[in-house]
């Protein structure tokens, strides 16, 4: 059974406010503002006094409408499927959560209603996750997507997928797929994690391909139609017959292509259906495992000093990956699907990712150096330029 | 396919502009009659999700677009009561159109956003199209794009040739005058903002159903907005509000199609560019008379009510 905590209407936090106003004697604080202000850490043991130990309810934040065919829709799907898969277990959510202190207040309120776990789904729920979590050392407060700096509460933690491996895979299809060796990127802003995804599409390609380059183009926005179609028709007019995204709403492009009858490489969602003849693949999220051993692990009692209880990143390498790869659309050949196997076989090795070095920057200058880089976080902090083979220059930002 | 850069960028501009271009003749047909829409972008917003919708529902995309043009219009209808009947703040009632249209879109539009349309395709036209540079331009667009051009001339026509062009401008003008001719002033007002509430409506119907073929919550980001300043720079003439309407699809164009080519860009000088250079344009233009605003219009920017 599912119910909604309904986020809190303005006229209600408004006579909350004028209540804290009116009392006045300082007992008005909500519990993480007395936190916040006060002192915080009790360190609980594993067991059954550990936070989140036993727990009946978990609670799930989104910022945004749990159908956006994207993000949100894929957390939502997530925190459906902790209903399915841990018996007995009540699952509260909250959409359009922006990421303020009226996050507080909504996760207070699903901790009122009996949740001893909560996730915070969007990277900006990090600062109110955390004072939610010192306010409630009994409660598990675990966020996605964002990196807890210095010490980690006893009963916090992050979580995140690695993008650019499956987007490396689905850059192995594109690289088989091209006859133009023209691939097109359609990205939002030059950030780490999208750089990273370009090149690691670009390189999946290469590694099948040595002529296949990657076209990039931006719309300094994450999800103006407009912009895309323009930026698709441009690299279609370039010669680009496969095409892909990093963008929030992705019908567009994805349509764009249809039309066009080229190949089209998918983010975020499964979009095979608006491209029956050029889906290729993609890269979704699946949050489904992940979400429900984070809750067992909470449910037992053994949250504290797990692996959860930090900030957890997962990839090929070193678990389940979330960020899976999407269904093959008609034309990808058997011998295109061995290459990937093949390939997510040796990324997910002891000594394989798709940033093996040596790889060059575009200027010539050594990006990776030989050898298999450090961890996760090290490498999207590293993408800050693009590989050798991506043709077309990063926008300058002065 | 791979024609030259100016080629490429016009023909997008044409493009990206049609439904700027729309909104706009709406917007000039709105203050030529004395009252500003500032919610032009709201009323872009209902066109384009009623227009997706309903071309799902149906299957006919015509229809969709009809329905947009209406809704567009509805929207409109409430503007012309608040500030006409109610005698609101004109610029104030648009903002607040504006975000009612926001929200019901989203709210409504969450439904078909993974709807799928038969989204109209570019029509080459026999001949025309044939002609060189100027036919792959203009002439292998959609007919939505084919269907603005034609109320370019005929606007024009209409404000400034004919009989109910007189009237209208003398309610926007000086609608005393008007009324001591025996002329109903309201209904001239109303029947132009509605008018230009459904040509937006329309603006918003091309970009989901022909340009972008697809309907997201708040996807006309700003062009509404756009709409307004090309009117208002371009002296509310409909010529010139054409040329601005085209000219910043052109410079939106431009990035992707430098871009695509691997030339390095400025973010942000990309970004400003298609503001700028029509802004620039259209003051270069319109350096003469016709670009004072009506009678009316001044009222309304100085704070006094309308009359």
């Not at chain 2, 270069?284 to 219009?297: I, M, T, V, Y």
């Amino acid at each position: 059974m599912s119910s909604r905590t309904p986020r809190p209407s303005r006229a209600l936090i408004a006579l909350a406010g004028l209540a804290m106003v009116a009392g006045a004697c300082g007992s008005n604080q909500t519990p993480a503002e007395k936190a916040a202000s006060g002192s915080g850490g009790s360190t609980p043991a594993t067991g059954a006094g550990a936070p989140g130990a036993g727990s009946t309810k978990v609670g799930f934040i989104f910022v945004g409408p749990k159908d956006d065919y994207g993000y949100n829709q894929a957390a939502y799907q997530g925190s459906q499927a902790v209903k399915a898969g841990v018996p007995g277990i009540e699952v509260l959510t909250a959409e359009n959560v922006p990421e303020t202190d009226e996050a507080v207040r909504v996760m207070e309120q699903m901790i009122d209603k009996g949740a001893k776990i909560i996730f915070a789904t969007s990277y900006g729920h990090l600062d109110p996750a955390t004072k939610v979590a010192a306010a409630h050392p009994d409660v598990v407060v675990v966020q996605q997507g964002n990196l807890i700096k210095g010490t980690v509460a006893s009963n916090m933690g992050t979580y995140f997928g690695t993008v650019y491996e499956p987007v490396y895979l689905a850059g192995i299809a594109a690289g088989k797929a091209t006859k133009s060796n023209k691939l097109g990127y359609v990205y939002a802003f030059p950030i780490p994690q999208t750089i990273a995804n370009i090149n690691s599409f670009e390189l999946g390609a290469k590694s099948v391909n040595k002529d296949a380059k990657t076209y990039v183009v931006n719309t300094s926005n994450w999800c103006d139609p407009a912009k895309q179609a323009e930026a698709a028709k441009s690299l279609i007019s370039q010669g680009v017959d496969v095409i892909t995204q990093h963008q929030d709403c992705t019908s567009t492009v994805t349509k764009e292509a249809e039309s066009a009858g080229i190949s089209v490489v998918g983010y975020h969602a499964d979009a095979s259906t608006l491209a029956p003849k050029g889906w290729l693949t993609g890269s979704e999220w699946k949050w489904d495992d992940l979400y429900v051993d984070i809750v067992k692990t909470a449910k037992d009692g053994k949250f504290p000093g797990s692996k959860y209880n930090a900030n957890y990143r997962v990839g090929y390498k070193t678990g389940t990956n979330p960020f899976v790869q999407s269904k093959y659309g008609p034309s990808v050949s058997d011998d295109t699907k061995a290459l990937i196997e093949k390939a997510k076989k040796e990324i997910s090795g002891a000594d394989g990712s798709p940033f093996k070095g040596p790889i060059k920057a575009q200027d010539g200058s050594e990006l990776f150096p030989a050898g298999v880089p450090a961890d996760y976080a090290t490498i999207e902090d590293k993408n800050k330029a693009f590989v050798e083979g991506v043709v077309g220059d990063m926008p300058k930002m002065n | 396919m791979s024609g030259t850069l100016l080629a490429e960028v016009l023909t997008g501009g044409v493009r990206g502009g049609t439904s700027i271009l729309f909104a706009a003749l709406g917007e000039t047909i709105c203050e030529r009659a004395g009252v500003v829409n500032l919610g032009t972008e709201g009323n872009m917003l209902m066109g384009a999700m009623t227009g997706y919708a309903v071309a799902s529902i149906t299957g006919n995309t015509w229809v969709g677009v009809a329905a947009g043009a209406a809704a567009g219009g509805a929207l409109a209808l409430l503007h012309a009561y608040f500030v006409l009947n109610r005698r609101t703040n004109q610029l104030a009632t648009g903002l607040v159109l504006l975000f009612l249209a926001l929200g019901v879109t989203s709210l409504f539009g969450v439904a078909y956003v993974k709807a799928d349309i038969d989204a109209f395709q570019p029509v080459a036209v026999p001949g025309l199209s044939s002609l060189p540079f100027l036919g792959e331009i203009f002439f292998e667009q959609t007919v939505l794009t084919y269907l603005a051009y034609a109320l370019v001339p005929a606007l024009w026509w209409l404000l400034f040739r004919s009989r109910w062009g007189v009237v209208l401008r003398a309610a926007g003008e000086r609608s005393e005058v008007l009324a001591t001719y025996g002329y109903r002033v309201k209904p001239v007002q109303y029947l132009a903002v509605v008018a230009g509430g459904c040509l937006g409506g329309l603006g918003g119907a091309q970009l989901s159903t022909a340009y972008t073929n697809a309907w997201f919550e708040n996807m006309t980001q700003g062009r509404g907005f756009i709409a307004v300043a090309v009117v208002i720079f371009a002296g509310r003439h409909p010529i010139k509000v054409a040329g601005g309407s085209l000219l910043f699809g052109a410079a939106l164009a431009l990035a992707p199609a430098l871009q695509a080519r691997g030339y390095s860009v400025n973010q942000f000088a990309l970004d400003a560019v298609p503001y700028l250079l029509t802004i620039v344009v259209l003051v270069l233009l319109g350096k003469r008379e016709s670009a004072q605003p009506p009678e009316g219009l001044q009222k309304v920017f100085e704070g006094s009510a309308v009359t």
